[in-house]
Structure formats: C-alpha cells, structure tokens
C-alpha cells in the first residue's frame, strides 16, 4: 500500500476525534533541533466543516481487537486495516512541519492486540521523532486506557498533552456501547496523569533539568447524542472533570451516525450540531466566566433552550439583576452581560479608568451592542430600544437568527434539538 | 490641538525618516498637512518641505517616546508604522502629539478619536501577522525553504521572529509580494532583508508529491455531514487561499 493510500485511510479514521488544539505550551526554539511551540495554540488551516486543522491527526493504526458499537474502527467492520511504521510517521510529520502545514502530531491508535502493545509502538514511534528526527513542536498523544502505568508514564514523558477520551457521558451508556471500555479503567488512567503531572511538578521544583510531563496538560472528550444523557448531566459530568482531574479542556463530539446498531440513533439521523455548539458556549462560562453548572441548567431546565445561548438565558430568567451600569459594575457582573466577553468586559475596565462611557464611547471600544444593549445602563441612560421590565420581548430581541416567527409559533419546532431546528441554527463552533 | 500648517512633509519612507519629520514639526512648531513619500506624485497646492533623514535627530525622538511615554506606546508607533492605513504618518504624529501632551496614559485612552485610530490600524496589523504564521506556507526548492505572502500590512517583521525560532538550521525565504521585501535566513544563523522582486523556481517531484499529500490530507479530514462554509470562511479569510498549498490545483 502506497503511502497516499495509508494517509487516506489513517486520517479518515482519526477525523472524528475532536481535540487538535496546540496549546499550553510554549517552548522555544534550539540549535539542532526543528520546532517550537506556541501557548496560545496556531492553527494552520481550516477545513471545509470549518474546524481547526493544528496538528497532523492520524491513527498509528486502525487494525483493532475491540468492537465498541459507535466506532468506524470496530473489529466487526469490514474495511482495510493499515498501520504506520514509525519512520514514515516520523518523516510525514516532519515534513508537513517544515512547511508550515501543521503545528505537530495528534497521535492516536485503535488498539492492536492489546493496549500495551499499542501503547509501546506509539512510545516507539514518539521517541524516534523526538530523539532521532530532533522534533521539538507539539505532540498531543491518546493515552491508551489499560495501558500499563510505566508505560503511560513514558509516553508523557515526550508528549506536550496526553487525552484519555471518556467516549460517553455515563457508564450505562458505556456498558451498552463500547463493553469492552470500563469507567473505572478511562478515570484510572485520567488520575494516573494527574498524578505524574503533580509529581514532575515538584521534582522540577527540585532539579531544574527534570524532563517535563505533559507540560501542556490533559485533556478528553465525549461523544454528543448517541446515548440518551440530559444536557444537565453532561455539562455537571464536565464540570467534576476540571475540578476532580484538572483537565485543560473537555470537548464535545456530535454523534455522525455511520453504523447501524440497534443500540444506537438510525443513520439518517442528523449529527446534534447545535447541541454540540450549546455544550461549548456552556463549557466556556465554566472556564472563563465563573458560572456553576447548577446555574447555567437546573433539574426544572435539564436541557439548553435552542433558541437562546445558554448566557442569554440565564440573563433572561434574572432580569433582577440588571441593568448593570457599565461605568461602575464589576468586572465579574460585566461578564454576566449577554454580548460582553472577557476581553470586552477587561477593555471597559480600563477605560472607563479615565473617561465616562457612552454608548459612542462603546462602540469605539469595539463592544457589540447587540444583545449587551438591554442588559446595561450607560451613565444612568438605558442603551435598549425596547421596555426591559418584560422579558419575553427581550428574549424575543435576541434570540438567534435563522428562526422565523412562523416557525417559532410551531409547536413541534419548541420541542429540544428537533433536527429540524438544527438545520436552521448553522452550528457556529470551529475553532475549538 | 494644533491647526493645520499649509505645508506638506515628504520623507524616504523609513521609520528613522518618520522620526525626523516628528523632529522637524516640533522644531518649527508645524503641523505638516500631510506627510508623503520621496517619490509620491505631488498633488498638493501647500509647498513641499524635504525632511533629510538623520540619525541623530531619530535618535532623540526615538529615545523620547519610552521616556516621556512608556514602552507600549513605542511598540504601538512601530506597529502602526508597519500598517497600511491612509496617511499613517500624520496619525501616528496626532499620537505622539497627544503623547507629550498626557503621559503615560496615551495608550489607554482608547475611546479618544485619536488613539482609537491608531487602536484600530495596530489590531488589523497584529491581526494580519498572527493570520501569517498559520497560513503561511513553504515550498522546498532543494536548498532552501521559500514562502510568499500577500499582506496587506507590511507584516514582514514581525513575524519572522517565530520562524528563525521554529527553524534554527534552515534556510529560508520569506517574500512578501505586495510590498516587494524578502527575509532570508541561513542555516549558520545569519539573515538580511532584500527588496524588490523575487521569483521562486518550479517544485521538483519530492516537492510535488508532498502538496498531494498535504491536500489529501485536507480534504480527508473534514467530515462531510458537518460541511460549514461560512464558518471555514470566518477563520480563513478567501483572500490568504491563494497562497496556501491546500487550494493550489
């Protein structure tokens, strides 16, 4: 098999991982060796789905024992079976790195034979590339759940970031769907990362010229629609996430149907893009704008209203607190405004430091009035075009495009991610 | 601020030429109504003045802005020096007017019309640069490594920083077309800029089959079912896809 053939195949088998950022790190350039990296992450290219293309994603192989019922590799599934040798990897990826094609290596395997052979050939091939071919730019390695722990320990020790994927949002769904995957291996190898972070973080407190583990962190994701979870139980699941393992980031994978499975939603099924979306804008008030879980969804509300991002709602059902007056709110009330982001919330601070904001004054500093308009007051005046004491009209005014009134008062468009509504509300989420 | 001065300054173009007029409007206490380049057609009715560039007089004005400023606000001047907005010159001078005038506190006046200027013009630049170094794209032509921009801004500067970094035993190219400078850097370390044109020879086969693998690759991993045009288009503007080898035929 010919190399263009090995690449089509390998990579169409790792496209539907989502994470393939390359960031939390930055490590300087050195003499002798090709590479650096960046902590904000580079993206290289975007493909026609409109997600990110970083580092060069790829399967080592797709030649797997396990048979989890969602997955295009399952041992069930006819179709050809290929695996890369660690020095056509290697050159690939320093190839496409001169280039300036892409960041680094995703590296990923299905399993071969068992997960510590596989674990030893990706260590295999990781270690050529960082030693042999002198790579010193991103590699973001899939831990192999278990995997031995001595091995997983030396693959962090070349990895920038190891992901564990927790493949579904709850053991029953994993029971049901992948049997041969267990909650208490994926968390095992999850805290077995943690922990080598933690440890290497001390020894580098002793000996500066400890070899860094994972420097940029961990991170997982799950797969979105193909069991039956609630958005409230996915979003509370992520939270204990950053919290319990400390995870740089949890991502979301709609779920494309190409199997046919009893237990899993019939092929024509479109992907829950929009829920996807929903679960990201979520998943960003958690990490940047101090919101709990319990207050962006409740056991009244366990899933996201499709018409509204889940900060507009939350703004809608308090319209206590608001309006807030921008030239003396606090920087945390500001970010609780629909339409104000972090830097936006940050630029008023400053401002506002050495002049008195109007609306003029803004739209100079570049704040989208849009939504944040009915939520503030600007020196004592109300920027809103509308009453605010209702708030269905405002809920009305910002709700997002693509619904029309018709459809709006259709009842079957109000149930939740009916897949029509999807089709209208273009997923927005790319650059993940 | 200072009314308009019936005269126009014409310079070389270069930063430490900037830096002169900025002497030379403070000198002779005026406010030029324009700022042109040496070889820019004269379409004014106000007498030329010719500001001859001197190192000494740059010198002073570059050792000011720090000083009776801060660091940012020079690092603001460079950057928008480095942009492609109309008459740069004579913002960029309003700017450091006003910089005199208030300190420190120049670069967070944000909502002043003339800071808010200069605001903009710096953020489309930084915007562009960061754009660069992921769509760049180098080809390999045995020797060397060659890539050619587009810019708008002349980006060139900054970001070749990132790549002497990234690629320390290389040699490479890095031509922006638009404003006809190339960056070279050596394997031993050592760079220098060129100006004017430069061609880039034909790919050889080596380098041919990488751009299919590359675009393979590209259109391999996108997932049909999610197929989003206007989101690609938001992240990576139509007008980079020219030089990017993932859209070359």
Known sequence: MDMFQKLEILTDAAKYDVACTSSGVDRGGEKGKIGNTVAAGICHSFAADGRCISLLKVLLSNDCVYDCSYC????????????????????????????????????????????????????????????????????????????????????????????????????????????????????????????????????????????????????????????????????????????????????????????????????????????????????????????????????????????????????????????????????????????????????????????????????????????????????????????????????????????????????????????????????????? | MLEWSNIVYQYDGSYDGFLCCVFESFLAKENPADIILHDEQQETLFPVKYIETDDVRAGRVKRSIPLKMSQEAEDIVKRAFLSCMEHKETKILAFLRLGYQVGAKVTKLSTHDVVHTIDKAVKFVGNEAHLSLEFLRFSEFGEFLGAEITPKNNILPLITYHFCDRFPDENFVIYDKNHQIAFLHKGDGTTEYLYGNVTFPDPDEEEESYRRLWKHFYETIAIEGRRNERCRMNHMPKRYWPNMTEFKA
């Open chain 1, 72 to 432: 295009v590799n399952r041992h069930s599934n006819d179709g050809q079976r290929t695996t890369f040798t660690p020095d056509e990897l290697c050159e690939l990826t320093i190839q496409f790195y001169r280039r300036n094609y892409i960041e680094g290596l995703f590296l990923s395997s299905a399993i071969v034979r068992n997960p510590d052979y596989t674990c030893e050939l990706m260590i295999q091939t990781i270690k050529k590339l960082r030693n042999e071919y002198r790579f010193n730019g991103y590699i973001h390695a899939k831990a192999i759940p278990g995997a031995d722990q001595r091995l997983i320990d030396e693959l962090g020790l070349y990895a920038d970031r190891m992901s564990v994927n927790i493949e579904l949002p709850s053991n029953d769904s994993l029971k049901k769907l992948a049997p041969q995957k267990s909650k208490e291996r994926i968390l095992g190898s999850m805290k077995q990362i943690k922990s080598g972070i933690q440890q290497n973080s001390t020894e580098l407190v002793k000996y500066k010229s400890a070899p860094k583990f994972v420097p940029a962190g961990q991170s997982t994701q799950m797969i979105i629609g193909a069991s039956d979870e609630s958005d409230r139980q996915i979003l509370k699941l992520s939270e204990g996430l950053y919290q319990k393992f400390e995870l740089k980031r949890v991502f979301f994978s709609a779920y494309m149907p190409i199997i046919n499975d009893r237990n899993l939603p019939a092929l024509d099924t479109p992907p829950p893009l929009l829920r996807e979306h929903r679960l990201y804008q979520a998943d960003w008030l958690l990490r940047f704008y101090k919101f709990k879980a319990d207050e962006i969804l409740d056991d009244n509300n366990p899933n996201f209203n499709p018409l509204l991002d889940p900060k507009c709602n939350w703004a809608i059902h308090h319209m206590e607190q608001f309006p807030v007056e921008v030239n003396r709110a606090p920087y945390e009330m500001l970010l609780r405004v629909p339409g104000i982001g972090v830097k936006s919330a940050l630029r008023i601070v400053q401002a506002r430091r050495y002049t008195i904001l109007n609306v003029e004054e803004l739209k100079k500093l570049g704040i989208v009035l849009k939504r944040a308009r009915f939520f503030i007051t600007c020196n004592g005046k109300s920027a809103s075009l509308l009453r605010t004491d209702n708030p269905a009209v405002i809920a009305g005014a910002i709700c997002e495009r693509g619904f029309s009134e018709r459809e709006l008062a259709a009842p079957e468009q109000m149930s939740l991610f009916a897949p029509t509504g999807e089709d209208k509300v273009k997923c927005l989420s790319g650059q993940i």
